[in-house]
């Protein structure tokens, strides 16, 4: 890739600005080797150690040489690459509102927590994601007065965000990681058109007793009386 590429394939492969667009005068060419099988993208900025970098003399460490570029070859056909995975800025707010906005960078950290997580993948464009996203944050609001700290919400911008290990093929897509078992999400997303259904689902998935919120059960009571 270099001046003159695509830019929103230049920003997939995560070639950076002013290395690609129209009229771009960036630095030169920039070497990535995409697999199609899997979509693993492999930047030779993100993986030549120093020592390789100083071998050919270069200075700069996402120079395209060719001793680079047999290097590379040579560790990706080993499989010692290390892939590229697009990850927005991390808002300061991030983790403010019920439903935390996470993105790349952060999404295995957050998810790894001792605690059980749903998580929605979204993209800006989608109208069922913005029809959703009422019903998400009340479902949020009700499991964290139900259940406290022990269940989390959040929601990630598939379409600025890359997660290793999570192919998303629609949006929205929301998936519940149950405490001690986060190798193994369950996809909860059928019934994302129908709360309550949602909420019996996403609570089957986390392995959640079934509870009523503080002052729930006696207002049920209350209300057979008359």
């Known amino acids: ?20 667009g ?37 200075d700069d460490a996402g120079a395209v040489t060719e001793a680079r570029v047999a290097w590379v070859a040579e560790e990706y056909v080993a499989g010692r690459l290390r892939a590229f995975y697009k990850t927005a800025q991390l808002k300061e707010d991030w983790d403010v509102a019920p439903v935390k906005e996470l993105v790349g960078s952060n999404f295995r950290d957050f998810i790894n927590e001792d605690r059980h997580v749903v998580v929605e993948f979204y993209a800006p464009w989608c109208g069922h994601c913005k029809n959703f996203e009422p019903d ?11 259940y406290g700290t022990d269940v989390v919400f959040a929601r990630i911008d ?34 994302a058109q129908d709360i309550k259904a949602f909420g019996r689902e996403v609570r089957a998935a986390l392995g959640l007793p079934k509870k009523r919120r503080g002052g729930e059960k006696e207002y049920a009571a209350a209300t057979r009386r008359f």
């Not at 890739?1 to 690609?20: E, F, H, T």
């Not at 998400?136 to 499991?143: K, L, S």
């Not at 290793?164 to 190798?183: D, I, N, Q, S």
């Open 158 to 191: 598939g379409t600025a965000n890359e997660v290793e290990g999570v192919e998303v093929r629609g949006f929205p897509t929301v998936l519940a990681y149950r405490r001690g078992a986060k190798g193994s999400p369950v996809d909860v997303s059928q019934h």
């Open 136 to 146: 998400y944050t009340r479902a949020a609001e009700y499991f964290e007065s139900v």
């Open 22 to 58: 129209p009229g771009s005068a960036g630095p030169g060419p920039f070497l990535v080797i995409f697999d199609p099988s899997s979509g693993a993208k492999y930047r030779l900025a993100d993986n030549l150690p120093p020592a390789a970098a100083a071998a050919d003399g270069g």
């Open 1 to 20: 890739a270099g001046p003159g590429s695509d830019p929103q394939l230049a920003d997939y492969l995560g070639v950076p600005p002013a290395a690609a």
